[in-house]
């Protein structure tokens, strides 16, 4: 079993920044890659960025250099900053990963961006 929770969403004003937390714990030993997602309002879930283990990263064509991810494998916590905010960047953002075959999600954060 693996756990993901995810934190640090919130409100904030167009332009701001806001860092995202993903913590993972369970039976996180061949957990490689760990990805968020998000799922605006009326739309379906979508890639935004991911993570190996290793540091290696994938993301959606989408994504500009205004979202990195980063991931700290000794505090089991992936971290997702969102730069320049915009209202378009509102939506609830998850967590996910794969582990013995198994999909293993979060429960969500809200971002909600104000123009």
């Known amino acids: 079993q693996v756990q993901l929770v995810e934190s640090g969403g919130g409100a904030v004003q167009a332009g701001g920044s806001l860092r995202l937390s993903c913590d993972f714990s369970g039976s996180t030993a061949r957990l490689n890659l760990i990805s968020w997602y998000r799922q605006a309002p009326g739309k379906q879930r979508e890639l935004v960025i991911g993570i190996t283990s290793g540091g290696s990263t994938t993301y959606a064509d989408s994504v500009n250099d205004r979202i990195t991810i980063s991931r700290d494998n000794a505090k089991k916590i992936v971290y997702l900053q969102i730069n320049h905010l915009e209202p378009e960047d509102t939506a609830v953002y998850y967590c996910?990963?794969?582990?013995?075959?198994?999909?293993?999600w979060g429960r969500g954060t809200q971002v909600t961006v104000s123009s």
């Open positions: 996910h990963s794969v582990s013995w075959g198994y999909d293993y």
